[in-house]
């Protein structure tokens, strides 16, 4: 079983604690692989000392790359200290295995965060052969350590995976490897019901799916790298968790961090057809209680709708066309007794098609380029929304299939 372990800068404060870790790591029993971040605040000090001498931009990430290959050299060198076989995996060894292609110009960050890139992972004609061999090294007893963050480009120069790319290089790298399970190891315990920073009652999710955390991440939670949860392609088991769920000799138990779940989700969802019930007011966003009594009597049918979306003049309902004219009815009773509404209308005969496709902060310009095909094509749009992870068009049924190919050759076009 070939387990990856992905230690971050905020558990490596020091040589100490690096020690500490390379200690336990050492003792644990199978197929071991490190992917290590630069020591603690190392790659914010590398950047503020390279922009005191006038560094040119194009040579940042050749610099700052040191800090991550330095702490993967210290960490192989505190490996062998105790004993142990290891292969330090650094960008200049033959088998290094991560190369990339980058689309658009990718500006290093200069604050500790997870920088969104747009990237391919290009795949040289010794790959396979590269990869059996570290897997046969593995499997000899090796552990094998390299550095996070650290790419090179298709000309075999040094590159990076951006700000936080450190977790990327362990999905990948346990993707290629095809490995049993990635620990990313933080400085919290785990996912929890709300921020531990901000509430005092909160307590530590188990297991969540992978589609929950891209939406929990997508919605500005720092844990885990956004891309971790895109390139990952394999259904392996990946965790959450802190230095001291791991034990001497022990693999860290199933109980503890937060285990990550992998779900399926369609990248391009269809709905049946829909009804849109509109209602139209003021400052309908100010007054959630009054807006939730309008809205009862969906509740009291026991209808779910397929999403509701609220503005300051408007609240958009939609829900099953079979459902639509009966509810229709209900809630204008109540809304014409309401201060709220001025006045409500129904669209019938529309359909949602959901595209899944996270970040989507980073495709705008590919967003705008399928919205000017639509348009081209006499494709009315009647709706369009857009989340951290999603994009929802709604549109007249008889143009949903047109609408529906042109997404998947897009869609195609940006993967």
């Given at each position: 079983?070939?387990?990856?372990?992905?230690?971050?800068?905020?558990?490596?404060?020091?040589?100490?604690?690096?020690?500490?870790?390379?200690?336990?790591?050492?003792?644990?029993?199978?197929?071991?692989?490190?992917?290590?971040?630069?020591?603690?605040?190392?790659?914010a000090r590398m950047i503020r000392e390279y922009e005191k001498v006038g560094g040119r931009e194009e040579g940042l990430e050749e610099y700052v790359v040191i800090g991550e290959i330095q702490a993967a050299k210290l960490f192989s060198a505190a490996l062998k200290g105790l004993g142990a076989s290891v292969l330090c995996l650094t960008p200049e060894h033959r088998l290094w295995p991560l190369y990339i292609t980058k689309?658009?110009?990718?500006?290093?960050?200069?604050?500790?965060?997870?920088?969104?890139?747009?990237?391919?992972?290009?795949?040289?004609?010794?790959?396979?052969?590269?990869?059996?061999?570290?897997?046969?090294?593995?499997?000899?007893?090796?552990?094998?350590?390299?550095?996070?963050?650290?790419?090179?480009?298709?000309?075999?120069?040094?590159?990076?995976?951006?700000?936080?790319?450190?977790?990327?290089?362990?999905?990948?790298?346990?993707?290629?490897?095809?490995?049993?399970?990635?620990?990313?190891?933080?400085?919290?315990?785990?996912?929890?019901?709300?921020?531990?920073?901000?509430?005092?009652?909160?307590?530590?999710?188990?297991?969540?799916?992978?589609?929950?955390?891209?939406?929990?991440?997508?919605?500005?939670?720092?844990?885990?790298?956004?891309?971790?949860?895109?390139?990952?392609?394999?259904?392996?088991?990946?965790?959450?968790?802190?230095?001291?769920?791991?034990?001497?000799?022990?693999?860290?138990?199933?109980?503890?961090?937060?285990?990550?779940?992998?779900?399926?989700?369609?990248?391009?969802?269809?709905?049946?057809?829909?009804?849109?019930?509109?209602?139209?007011?003021?400052?309908?966003?100010?007054?959630?209680?009054?807006?939730?009594?309008?809205?009862?009597?969906?509740?009291?049918?026991?209808?779910?709708?397929?999403?509701?979306?609220?503005?300051?003049?408007?609240?958009?309902?939609?829900?099953?066309?079979?459902?639509?004219?009966?509810?229709?009815v209900e809630v204008g009773k109540v809304a014409y007794q309401s201060w709220l509404i001025t006045s409500t209308t129904m669209k019938k005969g529309l359909r949602g098609i959901r595209v899944h496709h996270p970040p989507?902060?980073?495709?705008?310009?590919?967003?705008?380029?399928?919205?000017?095909?639509?348009?081209?094509?006499?494709?009315?749009?009647?709706?369009?929304?857009?989340?951290?992870?999603?994009?929802?068009?709604?549109?007249?049924?008889?143009?949903?299939?047109?609408?529906?190919?042109?997404?998947?050759?897009?869609?195609?076009?940006?993967?």
């Amino acid at each position: 079983m070939l387990r990856i372990f992905k230690l971050g800068g905020s558990v490596l404060p020091d040589t100490e604690k690096l020690r500490e870790m390379a200690r336990l790591i050492y003792s644990l029993d199978g197929e071991k692989m490190v992917v290590i971040s630069a020591i603690g605040d190392t790659t914010a000090r590398m950047i503020r000392e390279y922009e005191k001498v006038g560094g040119r931009e194009e040579g940042l990430e050749e610099y700052v790359v040191i800090g991550e290959i330095q702490a993967a050299k210290l960490f192989s060198a505190a490996l062998k200290g105790l004993g142990a076989s290891v292969l330090c995996l650094t960008p200049e060894h033959r088998l290094w295995p991560l190369y990339i292609t980058k689309k658009g110009k990718a500006v290093l960050k200069r604050e500790k965060t997870n920088q969104a890139l747009v990237f391919q992972l290009f795949k040289d004609s010794r790959q396979k052969e590269k990869l059996k061999s570290i897997q046969k090294l593995l499997k000899k007893g090796k552990i094998v350590v390299m550095p996070g963050f650290v790419a090179k480009d298709v000309r075999g120069h040094l590159t990076t995976l951006g700000r936080g790319g450190s977790d990327i290089s362990a999905a990948l790298i346990g993707d290629l490897l095809n490995a049993d399970e990635i620990f990313f190891i933080k400085d919290v315990e785990g996912v929890y019901t709300g921020d531990p920073k901000l509430l005092s009652t909160r307590r530590k999710i188990s297991i969540i799916s992978t589609s929950q955390l891209e939406r929990l991440i997508g919605g500005g939670t720092s844990l885990l790298h956004p891309d971790v949860l895109s390139v990952t392609t394999s259904r392996r088991s990946m965790h959450l968790i802190s230095p001291q769920h791991l034990s001497p000799g022990q693999p860290p138990p199933a109980e503890t961090g937060t285990m990550i779940h992998p779900s399926r989700r369609e990248p391009i969802e269809v709905t049946p057809l829909l009804t849109q019930i509109l209602l139209v007011g003021r400052r309908l966003s100010e007054h959630a209680r009054e807006l939730a009594e309008i809205l009862q009597p969906l509740e009291e049918q026991k209808i779910s709708p397929i999403s509701v979306h609220t503005e300051a003049d408007f609240c958009s309902i939609y829900i099953r066309d079979e459902q639509a004219s009966e509810v229709y009815v209900e809630v204008g009773k109540v809304a014409y007794q309401s201060w709220l509404i001025t006045s409500t209308t129904m669209k019938k005969g529309l359909r949602g098609i959901r595209v899944h496709h996270p970040p989507m902060s980073r495709y705008a310009e590919h967003i705008v380029s399928l919205l000017r095909r639509m348009l081209r094509q006499g494709i009315h749009i009647w709706e369009l929304r857009l989340g951290a992870t999603d994009m929802d068009i709604y549109l007249e049924d008889e143009q949903a299939e047109k609408a529906k190919q042109l997404v998947i050759r897009w869609k195609n076009e940006i993967a």
